[in-house]
């Protein structure tokens, strides 16, 4: 089992590496550009909202002065990476619609589903608006009793409707992406993402 963490360990060393090394034939000014980043250049420090927190990338070496999880450290390099600059519509989509995600995508819409309903069980509304909002989410008027929607990065934002129990049905809750997310993150950056949102909501409640 040791062996296996650590070839893991450098499987996730290998991508971080590769993902700095792409990154560094940018621009700063061109990063920005396109991910909705503030560039930053008498410092060359690239400025990224993620959640509650605003992050610092110092560049060229591409650190950062958080001690965020390593998954969502990589997933912004890959954010920086692949943004074009694409602006969304209002329009949501599920995991399963992203390109790509037929199998990993609606995997994940059920799984989400499932830790949501566990999660959710037993909070009131109040709580749940709460947690949200630690996360730094803004609240939406839908048919959803409440919607929540969490800027992950500049322009990629994850979207929780969530419907409070009553008589017949327990309390669920349902994750979805901007219709442009294609253009951001690959799906399987797009799960690392969800995943993560789930694990900070578990966090903010048990914090509460």
């Not at 089992?1 to 990154?23: C, D, G, I, P, S």
């Not at 929540?148 to 990065?153: D, E, G, L, N, Q």
Request: aromatic share 10%; net charge negative; charged share 30%.
């Amino acid at each position: 089992m040791e062996y296996k963490n650590q070839t893991e360990n450098r499987a996730f060393q290998e991508m971080l590496h590769a993902a700095v090394k792409r990154l560094q034939n940018r621009s700063g000014e061109d990063l920005a550009a396109k991910s909705g980043a503030v560039f930053q250049s008498s410092r060359n420090v690239l400025e990224v909202q993620s959640f509650y927190e605003k992050i610092e990338i110092q560049l060229p070496e591409f650190r950062i002065n958080s001690d965020m999880d390593e998954w969502h450290y990589l997933t912004l390099l890959h954010y920086l990476d692949m943004a074009d600059g694409t602006e969304g519509s209002q329009k949501l989509i599920t995991f399963g619609n992203l390109k790509d995600g037929l199998i990993r995508g609606t995997k994940f819409d059920r799984t989400a589903e499932q830790k949501l309903e566990k999660l959710l069980q037993d909070k009131d509304p109040e709580k749940i608006q709460k947690a949200c909002t630690s996360l730094g989410a803004e609240f939406t008027e839908t048919k959803a009793d409440l919607c929540a929607v969490f800027p992950v990065f500049p322009r990629y934002s994850v979207t929780l409707k969530i419907w409070f129990a009553d008589e017949e049905f327990p309390v669920s809750g349902k994750l979805f992406l901007q219709d442009h997310a294609d253009h951001y993150l690959s799906v399987e950056d797009a799960v690392t993402v969800g995943e993560i949102l789930l694990q900070k909501l578990s966090e903010a409640f048990s914090s509460l």
